[in-house]
């Protein structure tokens, strides 16, 4: 085995992606594969799913796709004894389901506050306790929870998400902090501003300029581009010291003040 085969390769690892289904999680999920994984990519789509399993297949990799939804407990559950009955454990768990809005903040219902609540947050400690307990069982694991720069620091117009990721960072840091010893490390990933899905109705143009005013590499991140921050808090070798941590992927956003 090569030296970087020792430190990054997953081979004979489990890997379950949730919002595996969407853009990030989806090119991660494609990373994990190409670096040895076998990948459950999950989420409530079947069709968004199928692209990412040609891809997959393509590079050679192994995954397949486990319907779930994670505003369910029960859902959840189900996954885990799925991918159980097929693979037989989980040793990384990515944590990428995520809604966004743009409603101004007096506008906000209480209906709204809790459906982005619980799929941004709620579905993360939901989804810890259960592969969490799966983990400690078999003495280890990755967890990488999907936090967002919005959670350093508030971002205008997604009062909500921002609110919500902000608590990302902070549960996972407690969860890296109760499992450090039992060798189950929980990290959160930072992405800055990547095109996708559940951004696209933000990103408009005013938003665009102040966006590239704000970030030094002066452009967008692509899904690709958080590769290898995932793989290295996947791997038991080489990210072994790594958690608790905000992994920040974001071209220099964060690093700004004016
Ligand atoms: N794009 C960015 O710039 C950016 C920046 C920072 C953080 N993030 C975070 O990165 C993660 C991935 O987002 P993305 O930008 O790649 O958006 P995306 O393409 O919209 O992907 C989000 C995924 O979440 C899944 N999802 C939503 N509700 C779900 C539910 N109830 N149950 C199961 N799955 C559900 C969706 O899968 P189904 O439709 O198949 O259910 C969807 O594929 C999110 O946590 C997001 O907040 C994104």
Redesign the pocket.
Known sequence: MSYLDDLFSLKGKIAVV?????????EMALGLAKAGATVAI????EA??AEKLRQIADAGGQAYFIS????ART?LEGLLEQVVAKSGRVDILVN?????AATPILDITDEEFARILD??LG?ILRSCQIFGAHMLENGGGSIIN?????GLGPLSRVFT?SAS?AAVHNLSKNLAREWATQKVRVNTL??????????RKVLNESRVAAIMGHTPANR??E?HELIGATLLLASENAGSFITGIEMIVDGGFAAMSI
């Open positions: 949730i919002g595996g289904t969407g853009t990030l999680c989806g999950v989420g409530r789509s968004k799913a779930a939804d994670v505003t859902s990428g389901a995520g809604v966004n799929v941004n579905a999907i936090g967002s720069i919005s998400y990721k930072v992405p800055g501003f990547f095109p996708a899905e559940q951004n967008f991140g899904p």
